[in-house]
């Protein structure tokens, strides 16, 4: 089959990793007989630089016309990078969030697993990996803080900065089936994480999922704090099969589950909507510090590779491929320098990369 891939190759460590996804990519392509046709979208820092601006309309017209959409990661050092000279809505991340709501990608799925191979990786002790862990992080995208009004304004000599933190009930609504419907297909466990003691967007939030709730009876709901919630996957990550919960409180979830699985340089995620289209990238960010340097992890943009062809292309057993391939290349003791322990093999970003393509039959 044929079928039409937009890049979206970023800022920092972007292009390195898209490459080795694309490698990746263009292996299936070799394997199965399918053909992926590229097109490169500019998005953040990289956009900015050629058009002044961190997303066009263009951009997203190319991005809308194709069937997914793989990206790397946006922005720079805020304290040395030009960009961040600019006002707040013309710099990379506001393109970022344009892009999300332009395509109404609402639901982030991130899943983290530790991998047996990389059970020496995992800063928690022994006993409290236990068997270890298999989650889904379900986080609502296109709402919250990120897209609430806001202001800074100074009045009699003081300033004052607001953000506004609102969820409609749709919005709960739709990421909650989501969250449930995977829920369905694995553990049938959830757990919606939210500040109901606190927000009242959170007590909308649980008396939506409990709603929800009610037409799925197999799955076992349960709710949990969000400071309790980020205590408890360093306790007992294994406790947790699919965590639903809204934009913030995901994304800073996510980042410390993706630690717990080795490095933030593991975790995939797939931004999808109503529809089967959605835009693939890994759950870190540009990673300015290591940019340039050919050490970066490609695994997470690889796994979101394999998560676009089993979501978007509905290539189940090419996305199997993929991620045998990368267990496969763990399980011989491959590392980058953010999952290396001791006795493992050191190589960079491209040899990793090359190292997963051979792998994949
Ligand atoms: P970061 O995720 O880029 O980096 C945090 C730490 O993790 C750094 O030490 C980095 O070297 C390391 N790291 C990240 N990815 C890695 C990989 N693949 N392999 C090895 N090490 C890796 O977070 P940050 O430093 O807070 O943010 C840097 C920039 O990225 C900022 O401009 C931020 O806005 C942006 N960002 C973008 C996205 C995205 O595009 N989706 C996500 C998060 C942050
Ligand atoms: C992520 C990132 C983004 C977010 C930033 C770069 C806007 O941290 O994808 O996790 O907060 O959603
Ligand atoms: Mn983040």
Not at 89 to 95: D, N, V
């Amino acid at each position: 089959m044929n079928y039409k891939i937009a890049l979206i190759h970023g800022d920092g460590i972007g292009p390195e990793i898209v490459n080795e996804a694309k490698k990746i990519l263009d292996k299936v392509c070799q394997v199965y007989g399918h053909t992926f046709t590229y097109t490169n979208v500019l998005l953040g820092g990289a956009s900015i630089d050629v058009h002044g601006v961190p997303l066009t309309d263009e951009a997203v017209a190319e991005a809308k016309s194709s069937d997914a959409v793989l990206m790397g990661s946006i922005g720079g050092d805020a304290k040395t990078s030009p960009w961040y000279q600019l006002e707040p809505s013309k710099r990379p991340e506001a393109g970022l969030l344009a892009i999300r709501k332009a395509l109404n990608l609402f639901a982030n799925l991130r899943p983290a697993y530790l991998y047996d191979e990389l059970k020496a990786a995992c800063p928690l002790k022994e006993d409290r990996i236990g068997d270890g862990f298999d989650m889904i992080i379900v986080r609502e995208l296109t709402g919250g803080l990120y897209f609430g009004e806001r202001k800074t304004e100074e009045q009699d000599g003081v300033m004052t900065a607001v953000d506004t933190l609102s969820y409609n009930e749709k919005e709960i609504r739709r990421i909650a089936v989501k969250a449930f419907e995977i829920a369905m297909k694995r553990r049938k466990k959830v757990t919606s994480v939210d500040k109901a003691n606190v927000l009242d967007s959170s007590r909308l939030w649980r008396k939506i999922v409990e709603e929800v709730a009610k037409d799925y009876p197999e799955v076992t709901l349960e709710h949990m704090l969000v400071d309790n919630c980020a205590m408890q996957l360093v306790h007992n990550p294994g406790q947790f099969d699919v965590i639903l919960t809204e934009n913030m409180f995901g994304d800073i979830l996510s980042d410390e589950a993706s630690m717990v699985t080795g490095s933030i340089g593991m975790l995939s995620s797939a931004s999808l909507n109503e529809t089967s289209f959605g835009l693939y990238e890994p759950s870190h960010g540009s990673a300015p510090d290591i940019a340039g340097k050919g050490i970066a992890n490609p695994i997470a943009t690889i796994l979101s590779a394999a998560m676009l062809l089993r979501y978007s292309l509905n290539l189940d057993k090419e996305a199997d491929a993929v991620e045998t391939a990368v267990q496969a290349v763990l399980k011989e003791g491959y590392r980058t320098g953010d999952i290396m322990s001791e006795g493992c093999t050191q190589v960079g970003t491209v040899q990793m990369g090359d190292l997963i393509a051979e792998r994949i039959h």
